[in-house]
């Protein structure tokens, strides 16, 4: 069969991080020389280890983070709407995680806050159409679109991370078992 048509069989898969640490995708990077065998079987869209700043029709797409701006709304809309299956990946896609904590404040006074002039000290808050607008709070991926799995863990551990997506793209319902779950 031609390189062409083998390309044509792999799983098409999306990865993006919204408000998060970055820290899932580095869990995801600890499978380490499976990423070789991952690569016989998938290849990537829209993803930091791409660079592809659009997401294409896709199989499967594997979101970290919450949604706490309006261009964060936008990318998981986008991965929605072209990808077959969408996890939330880690704690912060479930359920908010750590940036969630700033739910229980005002994000004005927030912002008055951090953003103050170095020699007056009034408050500086930047302002630009360029930058995305930032939500009232952090919202769980489910609050804005459909999630197909959730994946715990803050990270879910590279080993989770293999068994459920080498679960998903065999057509397996993704299972984990003790020690690959936990929720912290
Ligand atoms: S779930 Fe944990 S590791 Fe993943 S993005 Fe959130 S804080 Fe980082």
Redesign the pocket.
């Known amino acids: 069969m031609s390189d062409q048509n083998l390309d044509k069989m792999k799983v098409r898969l999306a990865t993006t991080?919204l408000?998060?640490?970055?820290?899932?995708?580095?869990?995801f990077l600890d499978i380490d020389e499976r990423l070789f065998e991952l690569t016989e079987i998938a290849e990537f869209d829209r993803s930091p280890l791409t660079d592809i700043k659009h997401c294409g029709p896709c199989d499967i797409a594997l979101i970290?983070?919450?949604v706490c701006n309006s261009d964060n709304v936008n990318v998981v809309r986008e991965l929605r709407a072209n990808a077959k299956i969408l996890v939330a990946?880690?704690?912060?896609?479930?359920n908010g995680?750590?940036?969630a904590l700033r739910n229980r404040l005002d994000i004005e006074e927030i912002l008055r806050r951090v953003y103050r002039d170095p020699v007056t000290d009034e408050p500086r808050v930047p302002s630009s159409i360029e930058l995305p607008l930032a939500l009232d709070k952090v919202y769980p991926l489910n609050e804005i679109v459909r999630v197909d799995y959730s994946l715990p863990?803050?990270?879910?551990s590279g080993d989770a991370i293999w068994k459920f997506l080498t679960d998903l793209i065999l057509g397996r319902m993704p299972r984990l078992d003790q020690p690959l779950l936990h929720y912290d």
Not at 19 to 27: E, T
């Open positions: 991080s408000a998060g640490c970055f820290g899932c995708h580095m869990s970290e983070g919450g990946v880690g704690a912060c896609a479930i995680g750590l940036p863990g803050c990270p879910p």
